[in-house]
C-alpha cells in the first residue's frame, strides 16, 4: 500500500460511532485492500471524554473540543455520528470551511440543511456523504445517485421507519394494542423513550425529503407533505384490513403525477401480496420504479449499530479511494435539473379505508352514506360489526372501503361525517397504496 | 459542461445494445448532468451491418470490423454487449491491448476468462464494467464492490434465472406441465429457443461464480458446483411442496463454511414466508449477509432490455465520471485476500424433500426405510399418495422428508434407493434451503 494513510477525525461516538470505531479496527486488512491506504481513526470528539469507550483503541485520543479537529491539519474527513441540528449544522459549516470532507448519518441536518451544506461544500470543493442518513445499511442513495444513473426515476415508495412497522407488525403477530407493541419496541430497542418522531411520521418524511431532492431535485419540506403518524391505528384495523387482503404499513411515497410531484408518508393498506406488505419487523425497504430498470427492490436492516456503521464505513471507503469526489459533483449536477411542482395535498387520488365508530339506532347508515354521497364519494364495500357498549347506548363500528377519490373530497366529507351527531369519533381514513 | 465528450464504440446491437443506444439518444440531458460531460456514440460494429437498426441515430456508423473500433484512438470506451466466449474474448483482449477500457454484459465470459482479463485490463491500467453481466437492471456488482466494502461477506443466495423462476412460477399457478409452462416463456420471450443454459442452471452458475469471485476472492469454475437444473421438477412436487409450506426456486448459494466455501445452484425447498420464496415471475433476487449490515435483499428485473441496457449505461456512467477507476483498482486489490478452499460436493448438509415412485406392493416402505436407515437419514415426515396406473401393476408416489444430512449421504442413499426393484424411477431429492 503506498499511499499515505487517511486522517479521521470522529464527531460522536455513541451506538453507531462505536460500531464505526469498531469496524474500522476489527476489518482493518479488508478496509486496506477496498481503499489501497490505511484508515487512521486520528482523534474522537464526544461531550462526555471521560466516559469509558469500549471498541475505541486506547491510542486514539478522546476530546470534547471539536477545534481538535478544526485545527488538526492533518485530518482530511471528519465523520459526524452526533443527532439534532443546532450543534451539527454549526459543526458541518466549520469543517467543510476549514478543508475537512464530511460523512454524516444525521437525516435530520441533510433534509432541512442539505441543500446549503451541498452548495456549500461545492463551493470548496468538498464531499458530504450521507448514506447512512436514509435506511441504514440498505444502499439506497449510492443507488440512487450510481446505479440508476441512467434512469428517469418515476417513483419511490417505502418503509423507512423501522420503529412504526415493528409496532405494526407485533400488533397484529401477537394481538397486542398500539400501546403494548410500542412498550415492546421501546424495551427491545427498536424505540427510544419519546417515539414521536418516529411513530408520527417525521422520521420517514425527512428521509423522504432527502430521497425526493436526489431523484426529483425539488425540495419538499416536511411541513409541506400529507404526513400522518400510527398512533390512531387499533388492532381491530389490522384485522379489517386483513380480511379485505392488505396489510397496514406507514408508507412513504413520492411520484411523478401529471408532471407534479406527490409525496406523503401515512399508514397506507398495501395489498398482501405485495413485498412492501410483506416486509415486516424492524425491517425497511425502499421500491424505485425507474424508466429503464423497471421496479427495484431494496431491503434490510433500516437502522441499528452496525447495518448503519457499514454504511458510514461505506462512505467514509468512496472518500478514500477518491468515488466521492465523483459521485458527489454528479449530485451537484444533478440538482441543476428543472425541479417538479409539488402536487396540492387535496390532489392525489386513492381508493380508501374509512373506520368510524357510530351509534347503533334507526338512520344512521343513511346518514353516513349521505354526507359520502355529497361528497360524490362512491362506496366500495361497507361492513358494519355487530354492536357493543353499554345497552342503553350501543356503538357499531362501520368499515368502508371507497372507490377512487381525491384527498381534497376526503377531508371535506370527513370534517362532514365527524359532525354527524351519531358519529362517535374522529373517522379513521387511509389510502390504498395501488 | 466543460470537459471533452467521451466517445463510446458499440460492439453489438443486438436487443440489449439497441437499449443501450436508445437511453444514450432519449435520456442526453440526463446523462450529460451525471457525467458532466457528452456522451458520443461514435461507432457501432455489428455482424449484419445492412439491417435496419431502429432506435440509432442515422449519424452514427455501422460496421462489421473491429478493427474500425480498435483503429479509431478518438474512442475511450468499449462497450462489448455480444453472447458466446470465443469473439467475444478476442475482442475484450484486443480491446485493452489498443487502450480502450471496457464495459460488458457477457456472463458466460467474464466467469470463465474474468480472471485473465482483470489480471490484463490492470496491467494495461484499464478498466472493465460488468454491472449487466449478473442479474440484469439489479445493482449487485456495485453493491458489492461499494456499498457493503466494510462487510465481510458471510453469505450471497439468489434465484438469478428468470425463465427458470418462470417456468416454475407459472407450473404452480397456471396449473401447468413443465413443458407447458417452458413452451409459454418461449412465447413470451422469457426463453430462448434452446432453453438448455437457463434451465439446467449453468446461467446461475456463470453468474454465481463472478459473485463468488467478488464477495470471497476465489475461483469456483461452474463445473466445480453442484449444479441441477429445474427440468425433473414435476407439478406434482410443487403441489407437495407447498402442503408442507415450501415453494421450490432454483436456488444459488455460496456461503463461507468453517473456512470453507460451499457452492451450488439448484432447485431447493424454501418456506414460504422467506422473500425468496416470494420472488416470482422472471424477477430475480440476491440476498447478501454481511458481517456489518446483516441481511440485505434486491430484487427486480433480472433481465430484459431496458433493465439490463439500465446496468450497462451506469456502468458508461461511471466510467465517464471516472469512479470506475478507482472501483477496477479496489476489484482487483481485493483479489488479493486469501481466497477460500471450496467444500466438497459431499459435505453441504441440509434436510432433503425426496420425491421417489415405487410399485405399491408390500414391503416396499420397509425396503426404502431400511436404505435410508443404512445410510444414517433420519426421516422426518413420509407420505405415501393413492395408488395411480393400471390395475396389474399399480405405482405409488412417496415424498420422504428427511433431517439434516449431507449431500454425500443422499447421493449413495440415492444410488441405493434406484437399485431397489420397487423403484420405477430416479429418485428426486431437493434440498431444503435454511
Given at each position: 500500500?503506498s499511499?499515505?494513510?487517511l486522517?479521521?477525525?470522529?464527531?460522536?461516538?455513541?451506538?453507531?460511532?462505536?460500531?464505526?470505531?469498531?469496524?474500522?479496527?476489527?476489518?482493518?486488512?479488508?478496509?486496506?485492500?477496498?481503499c489501497?491506504r490505511r484508515?487512521?481513526?486520528?482523534?474522537?470528539v464526544v461531550?462526555h471524554p471521560?466516559?469509558?469507550r469500549?471498541?475505541?483503541?486506547?491510542?486514539?485520543?478522546?476530546t470534547d473540543?471539536?477545534?481538535?479537529i478544526l485545527q488538526?491539519?492533518?485530518i482530511?474527513?471528519?465523520?459526524?455520528?452526533?443527532?439534532?441540528?443546532?450543534?451539527?449544522?454549526d459543526y458541518?459549516r466549520?469543517?467543510?470551511?476549514?478543508g475537512r470532507?464530511?460523512?454524516?448519518?444525521?437525516?435530520?441536518?441533510i433534509?432541512a440543511?442539505g441543500?446549503?451544506?451541498?452548495?456549500?461544500?461545492g463551493?470548496l470543493k468538498?464531499?458530504i456523504?450521507f448514506?447512512?442518513?436514509?435506511?441504514g445499511g440498505?444502499?439506497?442513495i449510492?443507488?440512487l445517485?450510481t446505479?440508476?444513473?441512467g434512469?428517469?426515476i418515476?417513483?419511490?415508495e417505502?418503509?423507512?421507519?423501522?420503529?412504526s412497522?415493528f409496532?405494526?407488525s407485533?400488533?397484529?403477530?401477537?394481538?397486542?394494542?398500539?400501546e403494548?407493541?410500542?412498550?415492546l419496541?421501546q424495551?427491545?430497542?427498536?424505540?427510544?423513550?419519546d417515539p414521536?418522531l418516529?411513530v408520527?411520521?417525521?422520521?420517514?418524511?425527512?428521509k423522504?425529503?432527502?430521497?425526493?431532492?436526489l431523484?426529483?431535485?425539488?425540495?419538499?419540506?416536511?411541513?409541506?407533505?400529507?404526513?400522518?403518524?400510527?398512533?390512531?391505528?387499533m388492532?381491530s384495523d389490522?384485522?379489517a384490513?386483513?380480511?379485505?387482503?392488505?396489510?397496514?404499513?406507514?408508507?412513504?411515497?413520492?411520484?411523478r403525477?401529471?408532471?407534479?410531484l406527490e409525496?406523503?408518508?401515512?399508514?397506507?393498506?398495501?395489498?398482501?401480496?405485495r413485498?412492501l406488505?410483506?416486509?415486516?419487523g424492524?425491517?425497511n425497504?425502499?421500491?424505485?420504479?425507474?424508466?429503464?430498470v423497471?421496479?427495484?427492490r431494496?431491503?434490510?436492516?433500516?437502522?441499528?449499530?452496525?447495518?448503519?456503521a457499514?454504511?458510514?464505513?461505506?462512505?467514509?471507503?468512496?472518500?478514500a479511494?477518491?468515488?466521492?469526489?465523483r459521485?458527489?459533483?454528479?449530485?451537484?449536477?444533478?440538482?441543476?435539473?428543472?425541479s417538479?411542482?409539488?402536487?396540492?395535498?387535496e390532489?392525489?387520488?386513492?381508493?380508501?379505508?374509512?373506520?368510524?365508530t357510530?351509534?347503533?339506532?334507526?338512520?344512521?347508515?343513511?346518514?353516513?352514506?349521505?354526507?359520502?354521497g355529497?361528497h360524490?364519494?362512491?362506496?366500495?364495500?361497507l361492513?358494519?360489526d355487530e354492536?357493543?357498549?353499554?345497552?342503553?347506548?350501543?356503538a357499531?363500528?362501520?368499515i368502508?372501503?371507497?372507490?377512487?377519490t381525491?384527498?381534497?373530497?376526503m377531508?371535506n366529507a370527513?370534517?362532514?361525517?365527524?359532525?354527524?351527531d351519531?358519529?362517535?369519533?374522529?373517522?379513521?381514513?387511509?389510502?390504498?397504496?395501488?
Amino acid at each position: 500500500m503506498s499511499e499515505s494513510p487517511l486522517h479521521i477525525g470522529l464527531i460522536g461516538c455513541g451506538t453507531v460511532g462505536s460500531g464505526v470505531a469498531r469496524i474500522l479496527s476489527e476489518q482493518h486488512r479488508l478496509l486496506e485492500r477496498q481503499c489501497g491506504r490505511r484508515l487512521c481513526l486520528k482523534r474522537v470528539v464526544v461531550r462526555h471524554p471521560d466516559r469509558p469507550r469500549p471498541g475505541l483503541p486506547e491510542s486514539v485520543p478522546v476530546t470534547d473540543r471539536i477545534d481538535d479537529i478544526l485545527q488538526d491539519e492533518s485530518i482530511d474527513l471528519a465523520v459526524q455520528l452526533i443527532g439534532g441540528t443546532d450543534a451539527a449544522l454549526d459543526y458541518a459549516r466549520r469543517l467543510l470551511q476549514a478543508g475537512r470532507d464530511l460523512v454524516t448519518a444525521n437525516k435530520a441536518l441533510i433534509c432541512a440543511h442539505g441543500s446549503e451544506l451541498f452548495q456549500l461544500a461545492g463551493r470548496l470543493k468538498r464531499t458530504i456523504g450521507f448514506e447512512a442518513a436514509v435506511a441504514g445499511g440498505i444502499p439506497v442513495i449510492s443507488t440512487l445517485t450510481t446505479a440508476l444513473t441512467g434512469n428517469r426515476i418515476e417513483s419511490i415508495e417505502g418503509i423507512l421507519n423501522g420503529t412504526s412497522n415493528f409496532i405494526l407488525s407485533r400488533m397484529l403477530t401477537d394481538n397486542q394494542t398500539y400501546e403494548q407493541a410500542l412498550s415492546l419496541a421501546q424495551k427491545q430497542g427498536y424505540a427510544e423513550a419519546d417515539p414521536t418522531l418516529d411513530v408520527d411520521g417525521t422520521d420517514a418524511a425527512q428521509k423522504l425529503s432527502i430521497l425526493i431532492r436526489l431523484a426529483f431535485a425539488t425540495d419538499v419540506p416536511v411541513e409541506k407533505m400529507i404526513r400522518r403518524g400510527i398512533d390512531r391505528i387499533m388492532l381491530s384495523d389490522l384485522e379489517a384490513a386483513a380480511a379485505l387482503g392488505y396489510r397496514i404499513k406507514l408508507l412513504a411515497m413520492a411520484r411523478r403525477n401529471q408532471e407534479q410531484l406527490e409525496a406523503w408518508v401515512q399508514p397506507a393498506l398495501i395489498h398482501h401480496e405485495r413485498t412492501l406488505a410483506q416486509t415486516s419487523g424492524a425491517d425497511n425497504i425502499v421500491t424505485i420504479t425507474g424508466s429503464a430498470v423497471g421496479r427495484l427492490r431494496l431491503a434490510g436492516a433500516g437502522a441499528g449499530q452496525m447495518p448503519t456503521a457499514s454504511a458510514v464505513v461505506a462512505d467514509i471507503i468512496d472518500y478514500a479511494t477518491g468515488r466521492a469526489a465523483r459521485t458527489f459533483d454528479a449530485v451537484l449536477r444533478s440538482q441543476t435539473a428543472p425541479s417538479l411542482d409539488i402536487q396540492p395535498q387535496e390532489a392525489p387520488r386513492h381508493r380508501y379505508y374509512i373506520r368510524c365508530t357510530v351509534d347503533d339506532r334507526p338512520h344512521v347508515l343513511a346518514d353516513v352514506t349521505d354526507v359520502l354521497g355529497r361528497h360524490e364519494i362512491s362506496i366500495s364495500s361497507l361492513h358494519q360489526d355487530e354492536p357493543t357498549g353499554a345497552n342503553d347506548r350501543p356503538a357499531a363500528r362501520l368499515i368502508i372501503m371507497t372507490h377512487q377519490t381525491t384527498e381534497g373530497r376526503m377531508r371535506n366529507a370527513d370534517q362532514d361525517l365527524h359532525r354527524l351527531d351519531c358519529v362517535r369519533d374522529q373517522p379513521l381514513r387511509l389510502p390504498v397504496a395501488d
